[in-house]
Nanobody
Framework: QVDLVESGGGSARSGGSLRLSCTMS????????TGWFRQAPGQEREAVAG???????NYADSVKGRFFISHDISKNTLDLQMNSLKPEDTAKYYC????????????????WGQGTQVTVSS
């Protein structure tokens, strides 16, 4: 059984930083293609960043140059470093694991975490 638990969400001021982590139990997270998604109130869930098992990264245009996705092998986590935060980054963030197709399509992922809230104030 695979379990995913996100942590690191919270509140930040515009221009600040937060780091999200997704801990995987039951398997080695870096052996999968993984991603982060987010959903703001009243909006559809959208892809934020993807990290393939071969190390290839992908980012949504809205976060390029500000967010960075990585694996921490020692902790078996998928991380998302979020810098230069903006109020429009406010959303619930979800990690997703085991992608079998395009990184930005949520139905391609097999496992999902419960999400962690990020709130950015101006």
């Amino acid at each position: 059984q695979v379990d995913l638990v996100e942590s690191g969400g919270g509140s930040a001021r515009s221009g600040g930083s937060l780091r999200l982590s997704c801990t995987m139990s039951g398997n080695t997270i870096s052996s999968y293609s993984t991603g982060w998604f987010r959903q703001a109130p009243g909006q559809e869930r959208e892809a934020v960043a993807g990290l393939d098992a071969d190390g290839t990264t992908n980012y949504a245009d809205s976060v390029k140059g500000r967010f960075f996705i990585s694996h921490d092998i020692s902790k078996n986590t998928l991380d998302l470093q979020m810098n230069s935060l903006k109020p429009e980054d406010t959303a619930k963030y979800y990690c997703a694991v085991d992608c079998e197709g395009a990184w930005d399509l949520e139905y391609m992922y097999r496992y999902w975490g419960q999400g962690t809230q990020v709130t950015v104030s101006s």
